[in-house]
């Protein structure tokens, strides 16, 4: 996971930013990250 978010585009450093600070990866799976990052990207359009 920690991986996942380290390669992210800098455009998605907010939301690495918000996982990190609730400490939610140790819960989440690599599915529900990427549906939180194409949420993301949804909302920026």
Known sequence: ME???RSLDP???HIVAIIK???Y???MTID???AS???CE???K
């Open 21 to 23: 600070e609730i400490k």
């Open 11 to 13: 455009k998605f450093e």
């Open 32 to 34: 529900k990250l990427l």
């Open 42 to 44: 949804e909302k920026k």
């Open 25 to 27: 990866l140790e819960a």
């Open 37 to 39: 990052l194409q949420a």
């Open 3 to 5: 991986k996942i978010l």
